[in-house]
């Protein structure tokens, strides 16, 4: 679309006949292109849009049970894909995402309690599951705050004061509700309450707690984000196209669907998605330096000097191998290794969080949590693997992973008083003395 002198007099022309329809401004011959191609991106995502609902809506009507529901998972898993990517290009505002996805979890949860104990009737339940919500939630993000934003702390005495007191102001805050519920209690209610208010802190423990791992991955670096909630996803689509296709022998009788052939395929497939993953993101600064908040920039930044394991090695087969594949030395990122682990771990462990769930929606006679997704069930259905694989990777981190954080350290000594780090610094100055690293004191 090149705005030429016929195509601009006519667009001015154009102008004057509907001047009521326009805002009376100038546009220059750059403003005109821009238009013509916003229009045209619009049109051509418009047309990408009825398509797919198009081919839906045919797969609907025209196709079997059993190939329709794997034509909507399909379409549907992409789109989800698709957003993670969109997510993941985004940086670290997928913060922002955990906690939605981390809501709208406990959300699905307590309506099924809700629904399933009849509890139409019970006074404040509702009301106090979303309270002890926003408790638990203020506890660990305000250990969040204090741990990783120490710089911004610093600068803002209303913060400062809030950080220094606040477990005693998140323990306040569980008080109140606990004295609310106490409170609440019904003579003819007292057995359904109490089921109710376990209910609701076995939910917190299971989403809340577990999100909060998830946010502590991302700070390690997003690569500890993305790696494993990727793999996941791999391991449940190969599960799922190896069942669908070659499964016979049943897995599990907690969900009937699930066989052999799709658990030892989905295993393999893993495992190769992981390695390949993992050594693609292990090449970029961005995904491998820990997440860290600049306070000059009040922008989270990735920028640093990347670790032994996300730096190429070479290792040596043993001579065995060397005698099958003729090779003696292959070039690997250490970052591979541990994408084996974490890998075999969301194939083989990972699972029984589906099962778990399957299990729970048995016990109260439900197909899926909630309806969100189509061919999918609810969010939780999604993330049923994904909250233990968030645990397992937080665990593996703090036992085989993480060293000292000297920013940490940096931020820990900064909210101390004067005479302390006055302290500190003596002290350090004279151990580094004593190992040689600094020059002695000239007489």
Not at 87 to 116: A, H, N, S, W
Not at 391 to 397: E, K, M
Request: glycine share 6%; charged share 15%.
């Amino acid at each position: 679309y090149v705005c030429n002198a016929t195509s601009l007099g006519r667009w001015r022309e154009s102008r004057r006949a509907s001047r009521n329809l326009w805002v009376r401004k100038r546009i220059d011959v750059s403003v005109c292109v821009d238009v013509s191609l916003c229009v045209d991106v619009y049109l051509c995502v418009l047309m990408c849009i009825c398509v797919c609902v198009c081919v839906l809506m045919c797969i609907c009507l025209c196709c079997v049970s059993r190939w329709k529901n794997w034509w909507i998972r399909g379409v549907l898993s992409l789109a989800m894909i698709s957003g993670f990517f969109m997510v993941i290009y985004l940086g670290p505002i997928m913060l922002i995402l955990v906690m939605t996805i981390q809501i709208k979890c406990f959300q699905e949860i307590i309506d099924i309690g809700y629904r399933v104990y009849h509890s139409y009737e019970l006074p404040w339940f509702r009301t106090l599951s979303w309270y002890f919500l926003i408790c638990v939630n203020y506890f660990f993000y305000g250990e969040t705050l204090a741990e990783y934003f120490g710089a911004l702390v610093q600068r803002e005495d209303s913060l400062q004061f809030l950080v220094r007191y606040h477990r005693f102001i998140s323990f306040t805050l569980y008080l109140a509700g606990f004295c609310m519920f106490v409170l609440s209690l019904v003579k003819k209610h007292y057995r359904l309450q109490f089921y109710m208010f376990a209910w609701t802190h076995v939910t917190l423990l299971i989403v809340v707690t577990q999100s909060h791992l998830v946010i502590q991955n991302l700070f390690e670096g997003m690569i500890w984000f993305i790696v494993p909630i990727s793999i996941v996803i791999c391991n449940d689509i190969m599960a799922y196209l190896f069942g669908f296709f070659f499964g016979r022998t049943p897995l599990i009788k907690l969900s009937p669907k699930k066989t052999w052939e799709g658990f030892i395929g989905g295993f393999f497939g893993t495992l190769v998605c992981g390695f390949i993953l993992a050594y693609l993101l292990a090449q970029f600064q961005y995904f491998v330096c820990p997440v860290e908040y600049n306070s000059e920039t009040n922008r989270f930044t990735a920028d640093c000097e990347p670790s032994d394991i996300f730096v190429m090695q070479q290792y040596t087969f043993p001579f065995a191998v060397q005698n099958v594949l003729t090779w003696k030395t292959v070039n690997l990122y250490p970052y591979q290794i541990h994408s084996v682990v974490l890998s075999t771990f969301a194939s083989l462990i990972g699972p029984f969080g589906g099962f778990f769930a399957s299990g729970f929606k048995r016990a109260f006679q439900i197909k899926d949590f909630a309806d969100t997704i189509p061919g999918h069930g609810g969010i939780m259905d999604r993330f049923d693997c994904q909250y233990l694989m968030a645990t397992f990777t937080h665990v593996y981190i703090a036992s085989f992973i993480r060293g000292p954080n000297p920013s940490k350290v940096l931020q820990q000594l900064l909210v101390l008083q004067p005479e302390q780090q006055l302290s500190i610094f003596n002290a350090m100055r004279d151990r580094l003395r004593d190992r040689g690293i600094l020059p002695p004191v000239a007489m």
